[in-house]
């Protein structure tokens, strides 16, 4: 009975809270674990999960920065932050960056994550920002699908040597 | 003689008669050769107009040649039987063997030929070139989750059936199991609580084709060697990257969000299918006692099976199942591949479909049913030769049904040409055994 109910319960988008933090924070480890299935350069430290919630919080203090959650009853199924930052030489000046961005497998392919980054979209707007970026491994195939169509295209490279 | 005594024996023989005889199959002519002016039509100049009359029309290759009844045993060698990567040469004495079963039991010429390919874009490449002399392809043996994507990949793109037998085959003899232990436990499939240990080809399908049949995804449970599959496991993106096939397994099952391991996944379940590693001690006592009652439990690791079949009837299991015919119920791929070859070549289907295993499954129950059903007799064994024209039949007419034949034939003409074949494929291997031609094994 319990899954029946829980399944009947709708998602909801929202800014998070600080209740929020400990889950949204796991969602967030765990797309960084992802990250590093595509590239070595992007292995994840062991107090990940600490870093996770300290790095959450910490955004929820600020002003320019936004976290929006994706729940479900009282769960954390998504996750979406982003930033504003100035861009000192360039035209638009202001931008909104999203870093990060996780949903949950059983919740992916229901137009869960067009209706997370409509909504940051619009919140960064408020916030400023005149184009909407997202930042992400290069070699990441699914968020470069993902923002590929939906019109993002690519705008600055990082290119990595290792020295170890 | 004990089981493991038996086992060495086999192996020894097997060595032994293997370098007697030079393998097990050959190719045979099915023409006269009166004398060498017969040549002449066999081959050139005749066969030119022959090869003229197919140049015009390419089906035709299924009437005037041997491509009809023809298919390719193909491997990488990269998980042949219990061995692991053991390559393409060392594969090629079990591709015989299966070459040899398809010719016993359903009349089909089954070519074993393992190829050398490092990866699957090559895989698939060389397998799709061999369309033009084939009427259907067998994969085998190959490494989970590659084979997924290979069989996705030529199914999608030939016009021949491409069957995977460690995937469909064993999916379709598990159906066939359940169908009739189901019914010796009065349960209906859409309200059995399935949980199957191992995630490998053979369950990763199983869960696909059992769905297909009517049992409900969100009843059945998953469990590999890190535990019961669910969609918020920890390793879930790895999958999406690595093994998409099972990422969507754990997405549509364990509707009950069930965590932890067998035991749990145990509790309260009708059925196990246990197709993961040789035991005997990866299935305890313990976790089939937690079982429902009346439980069904199937224990295919080969070769030795998940637990012995004497504990599990100790822990309360009504039915028991394995993959070895030194036990009762033997649920083996044998029972099902000649005869859906069968049936697919002789109306040339151009794809084996979940619906046409299905109808497969069904008649290997119906027929086991008609002879007798008991908890130590669910399904036939590869001595009730009279199994395969039958379910070869109900798989032409279901490739029909569903538009994938490319000739029209009752159920009634479908059972007896594959029963012609079938025995003549008997008969010719009991004559040359009686004349001699094939000497008996060296003493």
Sequence with gaps: ?????????????????????????????????????????????????????????????????????????????????????????????????????????????????????????????????????????????????FYSKRNFRALTNIYAESRE | MPRAKAGEEASRKAVRYSAFYGGKVATTPKVPIRSLDDFSIWYTPGVAAVSKMIQRDVELSFEYTNRWNSIAIITDGSRVLGLGK??????????????????????????????????????VETVSSLEPALGGINLEDTESPKCFEILERLRGQMNIPVWHDD?????????????????????????????????????????????EAGADKKKMIVVDSKGILHPEREDMDQLLLRNRWKYEVALATNGGRVRGGLEEALKGADVLVAAAAPGPHLVKKREVAGMARRAIVFLLANPVPEMWPSDAIAAGAEI???????????????????????????????????????????????FAKDKG????????????????????ATVGVKAQEEGEARKRASKLELGRHAREIIERSRKTLRILLEKRIIPPPPR
Excluded: C
């Excluded at chain 1, 994840?44 to 936004?66: F, H, I, N, T």
């Excluded at chain 2, 059903?373 to 070869?392: F, G, Q």
């Design chain 2, 86 to 123: 053991i390559g393409p040469e060392a594969a090629l004495p079990v591709m015989e063997g299966k070459s040899l079963i398809y010719k016993y039991l359903g009349g089909v010429d089954a070519f074993p030929l393992p190829i050398r390919v490092a990866d699957v874009e090559k895989f």
């Design chain 1, 1 to 145: 009975m319990r899954e029946h109910r829980e399944a009947m319960e709708e998602i909801s988008v929202r800014e998070a809270t600080r209740e929020d933090v400990e889950e949204a924070a796991n969602l967030v480890v765990r797309m960084k674990k992802l990250n590093n299935e595509f590239d070595p350069l992007f292995t994840v430290v062991d107090d990940a999960p600490e870093r996770a919630q300290s790095y959450l919080s910490k955004s929820l203090g600020s002003k320019s920065a936004l976290v929006l959650v994706a729940v479900k009853g009282k769960r954390v199924v998504g996750v979406l932050r982003a930033e504003v930052r100035e861009r000192n030489f360039y035209k638009p000046t202001v931008g909104g960056n999203i870093t990060d961005f996780y949903i949950l497998p059983e919740h992916r392919r229901k137009a869960l994550g067009n209706t997370m980054l409509e909504r940051a979209s619009k919140a960064l707007q408020k916030l400023g920002a005149q184009v909407v970026t997202a930042e992400f491994p290069a070699r990441n195939e699914i968020a470069v699908k």
């Design chain 2, 373 to 392: 059903l008991t908890p130590k007799r669910i399904i036939p064994t590869m001595l009730d030769w009279e199994v395969y024209p039958r379910v070869a």
């Design chain 2, 320 to 366: 028991v199942a394995t993959g070895r015919s030194d036990f009762p119920n033997q649920v083996n791929n044998s029972i099902l591949f000649p005869a859906i070859f069968r049936g697919a070549l002789d109306v040339r289907a151009r794809t084996i479909t979940d619906g046409m295993v299905i109808a497969a499954a069904r008649e290997i129950a119906r």
């Design chain 2, 167 to 211: 995937q469909q085959g064993t999916a379709g003899v598990i159906l066939a199991a359940i169908y009739n232990s189901l019914e010796l436990t009065e349960r209906e499939i859409g309200e059995t609580r399935i949980t199957l240990l191992g995630s490998g080809a053979a369950n990763i399908s199983a869960v696909r084709l059992l769905g």
